[in-house]
């Protein structure tokens, strides 16, 4: 920390000695971070911008909209049709709500892959997927709001889930939907929610940062070193112009999608309003959700499927003790390299899975990759932290190879 | 680097190759749409011709509520002129009060009025159609996988039950719905509308043109979005070039290996 930092002017002195923001600021700046960081480090500042602009654009969509399931439809297609840039607006949190999540897949990934959330940084990794929980909940709530078929049907599907809980099911789930079924309490509880999430995420995020900045950043070989030192370079301007230019890599494919094909992503079914009567064919989250989805219905139980729904989050709480190897980089690490491309495959297997009906071979895979996902974490990270020959690790940065 | 690439190729691969192994839709009519594209705007004359198409034929049953008249005249739509507008919206009966004396009354539309719907609610529309619902046109293409080729393949799609099709009363063939059936009639015969710019009005082209102006109702501001989309893109551009250089030239001082 920057606890020597002395402000020059004597109005900067008197103001920080009384609350050193002053000094925080110095600290973000002088920051020592890695200087072998690759472009998979910049995804924890575009994530920080993705939660700044749904927060912004939500803002004023809240202005806009009218949580009321007679109204909720056409206050959207009023902010489509008659807000002034309001289709801009819409069609970026909608987008944005996708690139928050394609952000934090890589983000989740890259920390795999160099075993991030290894000592000394389990509570960044813990605090990390505390985050991208509420992210999934927030983006459900936020998914309902239009009042869309799939809207209404993902929100029958979801809290239906509660029903599965021995002896309190029904209570509960009566509870959360505030009446017999998904209705006008529902939809008004989802908003209040949906705008109250985002400021606990916000919260989790100063303390992920927080977190982060006590034991510094692990590095693509991951190798505890010295800070400050040869092998790091200051926060300022070093790592904020690469975070800037990655951004505005992320914001060129952003806006692809925003202005020339904002539905993509979408579910056509989510233009048709809600309809208790008649149920979609095929119900189906937003992508994001999709190999938690498989996970759910690879189950014949239902309480079993949602049991192992949350297992398969939680899990990934505990994967800091679960991982037994000493080696945080998979470089190093010749098995753990194949077996994390092995996991990046199943989540997509099982993505894909979540998307088709759940009969036949489609059911048989999504069981299998399901399967193979708790073998991940349960069997094959505690095997082979001890079974895995790894390769030596360099003993600085700057000698990415070992001498001798 | 060589060996990441392939690992991501070959992932890339199975993936491609496992969504094509699934793939069963039907491959819907694929139009050149003069709307498709970064740089896609609309016919202006096939939005006239497509909103006289809709007007006489699709909203004897089909609602668009919410559609105003105005929209008809405004930038990136049909731009009607201010008086067509008036005079189009003058056609149509608005029950609008209560008044002083608390009776509801009936006078000609507005431009601010939005587009009078054929049937007093849901329930009456499935009792005329069968109980069909004619959904609504406004967000119609939006909610169709397939959008603007999905809503002229349908148009285009009605032929005769192929022998031992089994058809209930009031259902007809059509080879792109789901299950091959639809309680719609075919709505497009040729020569069904006299345009009054003249042009021939032959089956194909009144699909056209109504999908084009269904595509609008559903989208009225895709114009403004694309021609704003690619000023958005070509400044990000530039600026990415210029944070590039910086970068780079920041990074210069530092080396790698020392």
């Keep these: ?404 | 680097m060589f060996k990441k690439n392939l690992k991501f190729s070959l992932i890339l691969l199975f993936l491609i190759s496992f969504t094509n192994l699934f793939a069963e839709d039907k491959e819907m009519i694929k139009v050149n749409w003069s709307f498709k594209g970064i740089t896609g705007k609309f016919d202006r004359s096939s939005l006239q011709r497509g909103y006289q198409v809709y007007n006489e034929v699709c909203a004897s049953c089909h609602s668009m509520n919410l559609l105003s008249y105005r929209n008809l005249g405004e930038k990136g739509g049909p731009e009607f002129s201010v008086d067509q507008v008036k005079a189009i919206a003058a056609n149509f009966e608005v029950t609008d009060g209560p008044d002083s004396q608390g009776e509801m009354f009936t006078r000609p539309g507005r431009p601010s009025d939005k587009f009078v719907s054929p049937y007093p609610n849901v329930q009456a529309a499935m009792a005329v159609n069968g109980g069909a619902y004619p959904p609504d046109m406004s967000v119609l293409v939006k909610a169709r996988k397939g959008g603007a080729d999905y809503i002229y393949s349908v148009l285009m799609g009605y032929e005769e039950a192929p022998g031992g099709f089994e058809l209930e009363d009031g259902v007809y063939y059509n080879e792109y719905m789901d299950g091959n059936k639809i309680k719609m009639a075919k709505p497009l015969t040729e020569g069904l509308v006299s345009y009054a710019d003249g042009t021939e009005a032959t089956e194909s082209q009144m699909a056209m043109d109504v999908t084009t102006f269904l595509t609008w109702a559903s989208e009225p501001h895709l114009e403004a979005r694309h021609q704003t989309g690619l000023k958005v893109i070509m400044y990000l551009i530039i600026l990415t070039i210029l944070v590039y250089l910086s970068m780079r030239r920041l990074w210069s001082r530092i080396d790698p290996k020392e």
């Excluded at chain 1, 993705?50 to 949580?67: D, F, K, R, S």
């Excluded at chain 1, 092995?342 to 036949?360: Q, R, S, T």
């Design chain 1, 1 to 404: 920390m920057s606890d020597n930092y002395v402000p020059s002017s004597k109005f900067g002195k008197w103001f920080n000695d009384r609350l050193p923001l002053l000094s925080l600021s110095a600290h973000l700046r002088e920051y020592p971070t890695p200087k072998n960081l690759n472009y998979w480090w910049t995804f924890g500042g575009i994530l920080t911008f993705c939660l700044v602009a749904q927060i912004i654009t939500g803002l004023v969509l809240a202005m806009h909209y009218v949580a009321h399931v007679d109204l909720a439809f056409k206050s959207i297609e009023h902010i489509m049709r008659d807000v002034n840039y309001g289709w801009l607006l819409r069609y970026i949190h909608s987008n944005g709500a996708s690139m928050f999540f394609l952000a934090v897949y890589i983000h989740i990934f890259r920390a795999l892959f160099y075993g991030s959330y290894k000592s000394p940084r389990e509570v960044i990794w813990i605090i990390g997927m505390l985050i991208y929980i509420l992210m999934m909940a927030t983006a459900f709530m936020g998914y309902v709001l239009p009042w869309g078929q799939m809207s209404f049907w993902a929100a029958t599907v979801i809290t239906n889930l509660f029903t599965a809980i021995p002896l309190v099911g029904e209570s509960i789930t009566t509870w959360l939907w505030g009446g017999y079924s998904v209705d006008n309490p529902t939809l008004t509880r989802f908003f209040s929610l949906h705008y109250f999430f985002p400021f606990l995420i916000l919260g989790l995020v100063i303390l992920h940062i927080w977190a982060l900045h006590v034991p510094g950043n692990n590095n693509p070989i991951g190798i505890e070193i010295k800070k400050p030192s040869k092998d790091t370079v200051p926060f300022h301007p070093y790592i904020t112009v690469k975070d800037l230019f990655a951004l505005l890599v992320f914001l060129i494919i952003f806006c692809g999608f925003v202005f020339f094909s904002p539905n993509i992503l979408g579910h056509p079914d989510n233009y048709i309003p809600a309809n208790p009567m008649v149920t979609p064919t095929h119900i189906v989250p937003e992508w994001y959700l999709l190999p938690f989805y498989a996970i759910l219905r690879s189950v014949p139980d239902k309480l079993g499927g949602v049991i192992l729904l949350f297992a398969s989050l939680f899990i990934l709480v505990a994967l800091p003790w679960l991982d037994r190897s000493k080696v945080k980089s998979a470089i190093f690490r010749p098995i753990y390299k194949w077996i994390f491309w092995m996991l990046v495959l199943d989540v997509l297997v099982l993505g894909y899975m979540g998307a088709m009906p759940a009969e036949g071979t489609y059911l048989l895979i999504a069981r299998v990759g399901t399967a193979y996902y708790f073998l991940h974490f349960l069997v094959i990270l505690p095997v082979l932290g001890s079974i895995e020959k790894t390769e030596p690790l360099p003993l600085s940065i700057s000698d990415p190879v070992l001498k001798g």
